[in-house]
């Protein structure tokens, strides 16, 4: 097992963490490798999309209120979804536990210490965050190996990113030392703008903006998104889109960025 452990983050909203994070799992589990898919949103977008309502249930939230307390945890917190494919649900309470991680002692890794315990059962842990850089995040930045930054073309912007690659850096500076960005996957491209010079340009304007600022090579996935109704319609039916629709052209681009993905080191 590989137990390697990757957040999903962007503090910009709606562009596209849940899908990966879900996407990515389901394309990871149908190759046979064992994955944990934690929604670390207090949205909690990911266990609904999975139709998975957990307020009455074992879940983050009582997870990590119970490493606060150094207490253990009672009930099933994990939820099986398909074969190789687990879940840690989120609700709604997650949003309290900023308050409550001010007073806390090592509050960056809290959810740290969670993973620990678990990750040896998996291949790969897929943390999805919310979008913000607030304690929370943090949380998933000091507990993970790596990072995926999806990104629409829209808001491929040099400063959106250089904010968050400052973060990461601060992270990797002060409590995570090994953490690295595996990559930016563009999510939600409109076929007709596909690789156009503007995007291109856009690219390479932030990549360059990184190299100049950070001295940081960032890679952009080979494989990016494409945009299409399917992905919310699956949501809807509570369903990965590539187990809604197999042959749409976002399952086989899910598919093949997991391809890729898999074989970063
Ligand atoms: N490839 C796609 N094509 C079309 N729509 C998409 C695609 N990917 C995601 N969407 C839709 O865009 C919306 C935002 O996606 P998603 O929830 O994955 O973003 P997010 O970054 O997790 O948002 P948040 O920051 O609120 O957590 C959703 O309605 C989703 O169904
Ligand atoms: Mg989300």
Not at 62 to 80: C, D, P, V
Not at 188 to 195: E, P
């Amino acid at each position: 097992m590989e137990n390697k452990v990757t957040a999903i983050v962007n503090q910009k909203g709606g562009i596209g963490k849940t899908t990966t994070a879900l996407n990515l799992g389901y394309a990871l589990s149908e190759e046979g490798k064992r994955v944990l898919l934690i929604d670390f949103d207090p949205q909690a977008s990911l266990s609904s999309a999975l139709g998975i309502k957990a307020d009455n249930k074992a879940n983050i939230h009582t997870l990590m209120s119970a490493a606060i307390e150094e207490m253990e945890t009672e009930g099933n917190y994990i939820i099986s979804i398909k074969e190789n494919l687990d879940l840690i649900p989120s609700t709604l309470d997650l949003a309290g536990i900023e308050m409550t991680l001010v007073n806390v002692m090592s509050r960056e890794t809290i959810l740290k210490s969670i993973i620990d315990e678990i990750k040896k059962d998996y291949d790969y842990v897929l943390i999805d965050c919310s979008p913000s850089l607030g304690t929370l995040t943090i949380n998933a930045l000091a507990a993970c190996d790596s990072v995926i930054i999806p990104v629409t073309p829209e808001y491929l912007s040099a400063k959106g990113l250089g904010l968050l690659v400052r973060n990461i850096n601060l992270i990797k500076k002060r409590i995570n030392p090994g953490i690295e960005i595996d990559g930016i996957l563009i999510t939600m491209l409109n076929k007709r703008t596909n690789l156009s010079k503007e995007m291109v340009k856009a690219i390479n304007e932030s990549t360059g903006y990184i190299k100049n600022q950070y001295d940081l090579d960032i890679k952009v996935f080979d494989n990016m998104i494409p945009i299409s109704v399917k992905a919310g319609e699956a949501i809807l039916h509570r369903k990965s889109v590539i187990e809604y629709e197999p042959k749409n052209q976002v399952s086989s681009a899910y598919k093949s960025f997991a391809k890729e993905w898999g074989d970063t080191k």
